[in-house]
């Protein structure tokens, strides 16, 4: 079809009948979606059918605006996968029929059609429309309402997908884009029309990250445009200036510090705005404001104005979805919406594991939880300045008895344990009083007070267990919060339920082995929640037996304890099908325990392992055929599958040997250590590591297997792409070392080759437990084929040493050692060079228990003082830090 028959196309009357027909009952909320969704994909086989939907979009002119704007919404999804493939003279057609749109009467066709618009510069880029440029600047200048809001929006919301389409060259333009828009958009600030207004200035604070040099030279500009717009009328506008203030305070703040007191008079204001989302808009400027390294001293004298402005925000408002949950619900069963996706945290060996983030329970970003974050924020940047006007207020609020003014209290224990870290020391003379006074809100009337008060004392957990042995009531005090927040997992109402788990597993983190004499009553609650919750508060019981069985460790592995814990959740295990989704929390939970047990899991490892096997593979199969397998393919259950046989091989050491043995384990592992999935590798090779550790024999057949795909993990791309799988990776290989010995020799050189630039560049970024898994198993490498890796040790002596101070002492620490010492036994020449890096590393050790390396360590250091003669040994001592010096006399040097 050439250009101009494009033009001239006309649709078929049937054809055009059948799609409107079919767009009809798409909008029809009885039909039958998927049928439909089929059917559109038949159509869209059709080489016009795109055309067809262009057509009812822009001039089916007797059909409801709803059907034409579904026939726009198919456009743009269809546009997204075949736009490119597409001839030119269809692309030509949808993009003729598109411009005349964005005049239309009706402000759903036009809006529309700039959502096409927008998509199809993404991807055909400006210069493949250079009329779409001529069209919206002909239509902004026409003074023609219509037209103008209908070029605003495809303006906004190009700037809001490709901002930086707008800032390149256009062949046959003498400005960038840009230069072209910038000076109109800012005129539009003072449109009668709030649209233009909202859509204006919501185009350019698109560019505010990226900040192109039109807007730079436009600064003072659109800075006056800003303070203008500070008294709109309109709601819409004023949460775009606020959000203006905090984007550039952010990352321009350098241009609001002349006018900063300003600035802050006005977030301050905005943070009163009856609009709740104006106001929401404003309360981020504070946490920004304090991320942005700027002077305290600029907000200091606004706090006694700011504080009760946030501490009022954080009272429920009376829409709050959350008022729902305040009654007796814990027999209502959850429907598929309240179970939140879970994502399982692949397991990764170092030191870099992370915590979850305090967070309020229901998910719904909003004013109440804003105002809180910002007086969390606030309180780690001025700390216990904010207590002389904060804690009167609270005081005042929490003394009112008053049942209307239960939300005053509420949002007061809120703000107590906003405050709890960041005001910590001016709280911890009241500490005691404190908890003494939240003790009794654990019962109060209100399920919204119950669980924010389990929030608000986990805030104060490291401080409730610390008090045991230094408060002179601190083991009461410890166990009546620990009684409270028990009582309260049993509540009859699930957000205190989940509020109180919450807690408690944070509580459980920081009393540990403190637990241990309650360990019955607990296991005893928590076992009798489990059987009483719902599916989604279930979960939140997994964590917190899983916590506590990381918490108390072996002291879970008596009978009596056994016989509460063990039948509830094999019985769960045995209902829950291989398919089931809420088997993640229970495979992550029996992680957790048969790490604790040890040997004591014994009983239970056969069918848990034999079902770990099942899972791998029938979910290995469902990816590339789920009719075959009878279960839709979904990786988290391979991640968690692999991480609990990780957690049963180092639960039970070699006792796995024999069910290893007997499996498939470790065909399947070399699967799932190629598989494209990053968490699954990641998981994979920690398997392998903690196999190696137990069992290497049956790894040996597919020994070269494991190494190669191991090393490939540590090439610098790989490492980019995903840094925790080359952290596991490394970690595997050196495991490996340590047990096949001489048979790692066929990766040796590849290896070290990818570990030595890691070890180079710490500045890079790169996660502490990369760089510390890379001198490890540098150092084993080197301890178990010196002859290969000795004589390169010149180009990495100094930054590996350098790395080899930073690691804490343990056997690994050991191992890298014993590589440090056959090196040097094999080359001493090539750490000469080195010897002060060298020597700084063996002082960075505190105490070393074999006996064996400190014997070797001496041979080393005296080989080298024989070496260099008593003169220039000395001097090197001379030139070493006094405490490096001072610790090297104790090899007797």
């Not at 994909?41 to 409801?64: C, M, P, T």
């Not at 008053?402 to 003379?429: M, Q, T």
């Not at 037996?545 to 072996?554: K, P, Q, R, Y």
């Not at 400190?854 to 260099?868: A, T």
């Amino acid at each position: 079809m050439s250009a101009s028959a494009a033009l001239m196309w006309q649709p078929q009357e049937e054809g055009l009948r059948e799609i409107c027909g079919l767009l009809e009952r798409q909008i029809s909320p009885n039909s039958d979606q998927h049928v439909i969704w089929q059917q559109l994909q038949q159509y869209s086989q059709v080489a016009d059918f795109n055309n067809y939907l262009a057509f009812i979009l822009a001039r089916a002119e007797g059909k409801s605006a709803e059907v034409r704007q579904a026939a726009g919404l198919c456009l743009k999804n269809n546009l997204k996968s075949t736009f490119r493939s597409m001839d030119s003279p269809h692309q030509q057609y949808i993009k003729s029929q598109l411009l005349p749109c964005l005049g239309a009467a009706n402000k759903t066709i036009r809006s529309t059609a700039g959502t096409v618009i927008s998509v199809i510069v993404q991807l055909g880029r400006v210069l493949g429309w250079p009329e779409l440029l001529q069209a919206l600047v002909h239509y902004l200048d026409s003074n023609d309402l219509n037209h103008m809001e209908g070029a605003m929006d495809a303006i906004y919301k190009i700037c809001e997908d490709i901002p930086e389409e707008l800032d390149l060259d256009v062949p046959g333009l003498a400005e960038r884009p840009i230069n072209i828009f910038i000076p109109r958009l800012l005129q539009f600030f003072q449109s009668p029309h709030s649209t233009i207004r909202r859509l204006s200035l919501g185009s350019i604070n698109q560019f505010i990250v990226i900040m192109p040099t039109a807007l730079l030279l436009s600064m003072d500009q659109y800075l006056q445009g800003l303070f203008i717009l500070t008294r709109d009328v309109s709601a819409d506008v004023r949460k775009l200036v606020c959000s203006a203030f905090v984007q550039l305070i952010e990352v321009r703040p350098a241009f609001l510090e002349p006018h900063l007191r300003n600035v802050i008079e006005y977030m301050l204001q905005a943070n009163k705005d009856s609009d709740d989302e104006v106001a929401l808009e404003a309360c981020e400027f504070w946490s920004a404001y304090s991320d942005a390294n700027l002077p305290p001293e600029g907000l200091r004298e606004f706090l006694p104005r700011l504080i009760p402005v946030l501490l009022s925000n954080m009272v429920y408002s009376d829409d709050d979805e959350s008022l729902a949950d305040a009654e007796d619900d814990e027999s209502i069963p959850d429907k598929d919406q309240d179970l939140k996706p879970r994502f399982h945290s692949s397991r990764l060996h170092g030191s870099d594991n992370g915590e979850d983030a305090d967070d309020d329970i229901v998910n719904v970003w909003n004013l109440r939880k804003c105002s809180a974050a910002g007086l969390d924020v606030l309180s780690n940047v001025f700390g216990d300045e904010l207590l002389p006007t904060l804690m009167p207020l609270i005081q005042q609020r929490l003394s009112n008895s008053n049942h209307l003014e239960w939300k005053e209290r509420e949002a007061s224990v809120l703000a107590i344990g906003a405050i709890a870290e960041g005001c910590f020391n001016g709280l911890y003379p009241l500490l005691p009083e404190i908890v003494t006074y939240l003790l009794p809100l654990l019962d109060d009337k209100f399920p919204l007070i119950r669980s924010i008060t389990c929030w608000t004392l986990s805030r104060f957990s490291k401080f409730i267990v610390q008090g045991i042995t230094q408060q002179q009531k601190g083991r009461e005090q410890f166990d009546e919060v620990l009684m409270g927040l028990l009582r309260r997992i049993l509540d009859s109402n699930k957000r205190v339920q989940e509020a109180a788990c919450s807690a408690f597993a944070t509580l459980e983190e920081e009393a540990s082995e403190e637990l241990a004499p309650r360990l019955e009553i607990i296991l005893q609650h928590l076992l009798c929640a489990f059987g009483k919750y719902q599916r989604r508060n279930q979960r939140i019981v997994y964590d917190a037996i899983g916590t506590l069985a990381d918490a108390v460790g072996g002291e879970l592995n008596q009978q009596k304890h056994l016989d509460i814990l063990m039948p509830p959740l094999i019985s769960k295990w045995q209902q829950l099908s291989n398919s089931d989704k809420d088997l993640f929390p229970l495979l992550e939970c029996f992680t957790s325990i048969a790490q604790a047990l040890g040997p004591g899991f014994s009983p239970f490892t056969e069918p848990v392992f034999q079902r770990c096997i099942s899972i791998i593979q029938s979910q290995l199969l469902a990816k590339v055929d789920h009719v075959a397998a009878g279960v839709h393919y979904d990786k988290e259950f391979i991640v968690c599958s692999l991480d609990l046989l990780s957690g049963i091989s180092e639960g039970l050491g070699s006792g796995i040997e024999s069910l290893v043995a007997k499996s498939n384990l470790r065909d399947l592992l070399v699967q799932c250590c190629m598989d494209d999935a990053t968490d699954i590798r990641q998981s994979a090779l920690a398997l392998v590591g903690d196999l190696a550790r137990v069992c290497p024999i049956h790894l040996h057949a597919r020994l070269l297997d494991f190494l190669n795909i191991a090393t490939e993990q540590l090439s610098v791309m790989r490492v980019k792409e995903a840094v925790s799988v080359a952290n596991n990776a490394c970690w595997a290989l050196g495991e490996l070392a340590v047990k096949v010995r001489h048979e790692i020799s066929p990766v040796v050189m590849k290896v070290i080759s990818y570990l030595v630039p890691i070890l180079q560049n710490p500045e890079q970024g790169l996660n502490k437990s990369l760089i510390e898994n890379s001198t490890i198993t540098l150092g084993r490498f080197g301890w178990v084929c010196p002859e290969l890796v000795a004589p390169h040790m010149e180009h990495f002596m100094q930054s590996w040493c350098a790395a080899l101070c930073m690691i804490r002492d343990d056997f690994e620490k050991e191992d890298a050692f014993r590589g440090l010492c056959a090196m040097v036994r094999t080359n001493p020449p090539g750490g000469v060079s080195s010897l002060a890096y060298m020597c700084r590393a063996i002082a960075s050790w505190h105490e070393i228990r074999s006996k064996d390396l400190v014997n070797e360590i001496i041979q080393v250091l005296n080989g080298y003082k024989q070496m260099l003669g008593s003169g220039s040994w000395e001097q090197l001592l001379a030139e070493l830090e006094p405490p490096v010096a001072q610790q090297l006399s104790r090899y007797h040097v």
